[in-house]
């Protein structure tokens, strides 16, 4: 770069050596010289002008889950800053790497309630890993090199950057050759061989020991290796919601989801096993149910990147600070071939007889079009294509996903776990889209989360993005909550019944394919349709009105105290 450039061009810059490729934001007042700079590297840095920040965030998300490396979303100072604070509250729940980059008063206008300021570095302390308020363009060079390491090393996590505007116009000379300098931040990448020794000890004598994966396998490119382990071993895996991909759901090993929504079997295999080994996950409590009752028998091993969520849910008898890659791969180090035949007959005993239950529950007679139908189709033509990403929202439709799609690899389940954000989908499968354009992207939503972020429609029209399919499951409530209405508040339906437009016309009206689907017979016709179209597609799915998700664990309750049925 020349001397003497500008702050934003400073900005654009920093990003391209970063590797950025796409950026996702909408201009305004405080971030325009940025954009005037962006201008001039549109053939290296591809800007999507999404429809609101939200939008733009969750595409930056979808973007960094589905690829592994940092997304980066662009917003103004004010309600631009604010809009983003949902998408960097998803990602600092689910550890996705992502760098927001906002626009802020200039600085003499700091603290004086200027036109569209907001302090949005303090309003994100606490969904940040860290964030940085910029007032001199000299800071820049260092900043978002600094920035982009914090956001993909050691547990991933999102970054803010507020740049003034004063700051994006100054010019400077910029000082590429900068260290970084952070004491204190020193990710532990390698397990304590003392403690993998031990857990090996540990799951070479067990009777019942069970393997839980989650997103730190996925995160750290753990699949092959806890393939391996799981062959070596003979120990049965589990994979929570963020974990689905870490391992191939078909294999003779895999069990399936625990927790609130997850099967009969895996979690009376929780309640049971001696030994468990959670490699990558956080012992949500959407997993655990009552944390105190918990897997009672089981001794615990937990290998995380993180330390402080070690022994922060569940007691931890032997606990491992380390990369989930490398510490798997010292751990197969010290095991020796063993198998778990008769546990794992005893589970598969247990699961016979529950999913055959199940089946027998989830039709009830003079259904129009249930749920499963929807999925059972969706999940034949995945796993018949291989060609495919899925992206879910939040609600019914998420956990129905989760059950009943057999997922094989690692980046092809993106869904929004702890924060929960209904309005997720759409704009994820947009950023998921661009990073894959030639694989098929499902995005399965609600019709109460669709209606919240569906003006990215437009943005996907903009963007000429063709391999986009919509698949709302449209079941006229904000289904999840309505299901606790009926089930736990006396079936007083308050505010969840829900009028949604014709969802297929909406997508006509953006230029978009739009279909309807209101009986059984129809689905396979229109899942092939949207196949075969090339553009996206918006198939509205009008299933039976008042169907669970089932089984259910109650709040408070123990996983072993699980609803199956109504």
Request: proline share 6%.
């Amino acid at each position: 770069m020349s001397t003497s450039v500008t702050g934003a061009q400073v900005m654009c810059e920093a990003l391209i050596r970063e590797r950025v490729d796409v950026i996702f934001g909408i201009p305004g007042g405080a971030i325009m010289p940025f954009y005037h700079a962006l201008a001039g590297c549109r053939d290296r840095l591809h800007h999507v002008l999404c429809r609101h920040e939200q939008g733009a965030g969750h595409a930056a998300e979808g973007y960094a889950r589905s690829t592994g490396r940092v997304g980066v979303c662009v917003a103004t100072s004010g309600p631009g800053a604010t809009n983003l604070v949902t998408p960097l509250a998803d990602a600092w729940m689910d550890s996705t790497p992502l760098v927001a980059i906002t626009g802020q008063v200039p600085r003499s206008l700091l603290g004086k309630d200027a036109f569209q300021e907001v302090d949005i570095t303090g309003i994100t302390v606490p969904i940040t890993k860290h964030n940085y308020l910029v007032t001199h363009a000299e800071e820049l060079p260092y900043v978002f090199r600094e920035a982009f390491f914090l956001a993909a090393s050691g547990r991933p996590g999102p970054v803010l950057i507020d740049v003034t505007k004063d700051a994006q116009q100054a010019r400077l000379t910029p000082n590429w050759d900068v260290e970084l300098d952070l004491p204190g931040y020193r990710p532990t990448y390698t397990g304590n061989s003392r403690q993998i020794r031990a857990a090996a000890a540990l799951l070479k004598d067990a009777e019942r020991p069970l393997v839980m994966a989650g997103n730190g396998v996925i995160q750290s490119g753990a699949t092959a290796e806890l393939l391996a382990l799981a062959e070596r071993t003979g120990i049965p895996v589990i994979t929570t919601l963020h974990g689905m991909g870490a391992f191939p759901e078909t294999h003779p090993l895999s069990l399936g989801m625990p927790g609130m929504h997850g099967w009969v079997h895996v979690n009376r295999a929780l309640q049971e096993c001696d030994v468990l080994l959670n490699v990558g996950g956080r012992f949500d409590d959407r997993v655990t149910g009552k944390a105190s009752t918990f897997a009672p028998r089981a001794t615990v091993i937990h290998i995380d990147i993180d330390p402080s969520e070690i022994g922060k849910n569940v007691p931890v008898a032997v606990p491992i600070v380390g990369d989930a890659r490398n510490v798997l791969q010292a751990l197969l180090r010290e095991l020796q071939p063993r198998r778990c035949d008769e546990w794992l007959a005893h589970i598969r005993l247990e699961q016979l007889q529950c999913q055959q239950r199940h089946r027998e529950l989830v039709r009830p007679s003079g259904a129009a079009l249930m749920p499963h139908d929807v999925y059972a189709e969706l999940n034949r033509t995945l796993n018949d294509r291989g060609d495919y990403r899925v992206v879910t929202d939040v609600g019914q439709h998420q956990m129905w996903a989760a059950q009943l799609i057999d997922w094989h690899r690692p980046r092809t389940h993106i869904t929004s776990g702890g924060a929960g954000t209904m309005g997720f989908a759409l704009p994820a499968a947009l950023g998921v889209a661009l990073a894959w354009p030639n694989e098929t992207v499902w995005a399965i939503v609600g019709d109460g989360g669709f209606q919240m972020t569906n003006q990215e429609l437009s943005t996907l029209v903009q963007e000429n993005v063709r391999n986009v399919k919509v698949a709302i499951v449209n079941n006229g409530y904000l289904g999840m909550v309505r299901q606790w209405q009926q089930l736990f508040e006396n079936k007083v339906y308050s505010a969840t019944p829900l009028i949604s437009p014709d969802f297929a016309k909406l997508a006509e009206a953006h230029g978009l394919l739009g279909l309807t689907v209101e009986r059984m017979e129809d689905v396979e016709d229109a899942v092939r349709r949207a196949w075969q179209h090339d553009g996206s597609v918006v198939i509205d799915f009008r299933v039976e009105r008042e169907v669970n998700v089932f089984p259910i664990v109650p709040q408070g309750k123990s996983i072993g105290e699980m609803l199956t049925h109504e």
